[in-house]
């Protein structure tokens, strides 16, 4: 390990033993620190790596139950916590992402831009070359919905496993309340939003050379929905009412209630109208059709500040700083009582 060495690189394991070595052997020296999390991978892909890789920058780390993707990386990323690391990056072990692209996506952390990066297959039409046609539909998708509940409207390619955080925002969030499985990306970035964390994409082009997926699209769609909603009302009600309330919260709160208003009213009196047969006065329409104008107005007034409201500051630097004082405070604390 060379003594500029900044990043820590975290890959999470399971049936990846035929591509993990490569993997491995293409990390260039600018990382320091390989924590390979087998997760209880029926193909002993833990062991294997230690057999067989002589690496000294490799820890092994092995799960005893499976806990998913999201659950082998926060594995990782705890004991990456620990190193000297600035920027934590996370690889997948089935060769689909190049490792020779580990310090361009840690890149705008550890020049102090960002907190959080990741990668975007879509950036040029060119990258999405060899994709799969379902999952550019299903990315595109995500992509809105994943905007909505996280709060980072200016991110696509929410799925995108190939990330970088800094270390001093892992020791702040609440590891253990994110999701363990497939929505463990898209629940990440709803936490940092908490954190008010810059987060950035970075282009990549995805390697697809037959590696098979374990995500079942079909099988995920109900716990993404699910999972997108619940981090809506989540990321609205915290952000609008208990920690900035503001006009936006007016807007969105009065314009809901208007909409709703107008659409019930105007279907009671278009169900009223077909039973009597009699058609709806002028003004019994724009009784209805004014609530809804006006709330669909308010709403997109709210998305417009919810979009410009999107964390621009990197907040890593002020997390160290207050890190580093508590640290210093419990020395001091611990030198007196002695």
Known sequence: MT?????????????????????????GQEVGWIYVVDDAC??????????????????????????????????GYRHAIASGADAVVKLDGDGQMDPALILRIAGPLLAGQADYAKGNRFHRLAFTRGMPWLRLAGNALLSFMTK????????????????AIRRELLAELELERITRRYFFESDLLYH??????????????????GEPSSLRPLGVIGPFLRGHLHNTMRRVGYSYLLRGFSVASIELGLGALLLLAGTVFGLWQWMASSDSGVPATAGTVMLAALPVIVGVQML???????????????????????????????????????
């Open 3 to 27: 003594p500029d060495c900044r990043i820590a690189v975290v890959i999470p394991s399971f049936l990846v033993r035929d591509q993990i070595l490569q993997v491995i052997a293409g990390i």
């Open 42 to 75: 029926p193909e002993q892909t833990g062991a294997w790596v230690r057999e067989r890789c002589r690496d000294p920058r490799v820890v092994v780390v092995t799960h005893a139950h499976n806990q998913g993707v999201g659950g082998a990386t926060l594995t």
């Open 148 to 163: 909505l509940s996280s709060g980072y409207w200016q991110i696509t390619d929410p799925t995108n496993g190939f990330t």
């Open 192 to 209: 940092l939003n908490q954190l008010r964390a810059v987060v950035v994409d970075v282009p990549m082009q995805a390697r697809y050379e």
């Open 300 to 338: 997109l007034s709210w998305l417009n500040f919810d979009v410009a409201a999107e964390p621009r500051l990197p907040v890593h630097a002020l997390l160290g700083d207050r890190q580093s004082s508590q640290s210093d405070n419990g020395s001091t604390e611990k030198k007196n009582a002695g």
